[in-house]
Nanobody
Framework: QAQLAESGGGLVQAGGSLRLSCAASGRTFSSYVMGWFRQAPGKEREFVGSISWSGGITGYADSVKGRFTSSRDNAKNTVYLQMNSLKPEDTAVYYC?????????????????????WGKGTLVTVSS
């Protein structure tokens, strides 16, 4: 059974950095568009970033553009989200997502619809 597992979350001070990982298992995800979403307490899930199957195209929410970078290692079936200059408003559960039918741009526009697989999430807490 295909699964996504996030790791790397934790508590960090404002201005700090974290790198999230999303390890895929059960099948090869090299042809999948991968994305990151987050959900803060009391708020709806929101798109964070996405990366094409080759890693050559990425997209980000305006709120994280210039601070977050997504990358992938298809040989390791793993996607990464490097988060720099973290702010308290980045506090949320971060979810990894995979889609075999959407483009990287569509994953951003559709806000999670059309995702084939979701991870269980990893909590990121940024203290002020």
């Amino acid at each position: 059974q295909a699964q996504l597992a996030e790791s790397g979350g934790g508590l960090v001070q404002a201005g700090g950095s974290l790198r999230l990982s999303c390890a895929a298992s059960g099948r090869t995800f090299s042809s999948y568009v991968m994305g990151w979403f987050r959900q803060a307490p009391g708020k709806e899930r929101e798109f964070v970033g996405s990366i094409s199957w080759s890693g050559g195209i990425t997209g980000y929410a305006d709120s994280v553009k210039g601070r977050f970078t997504s990358s992938r290692d298809n040989a390791k079936n793993t996607v990464y989200l490097q988060m720099n200059s973290l702010k308290p408003e980045d506090t949320a559960v971060y979810y990894c997502a995979a889609s075999n039918s959407l483009t990287q741009g569509a994953l951003k526009r559709l806000g999670g619809s059309g995702v084939d697989y979701w991870g269980k999430g990893t909590l990121v807490t940024v203290s002020s």
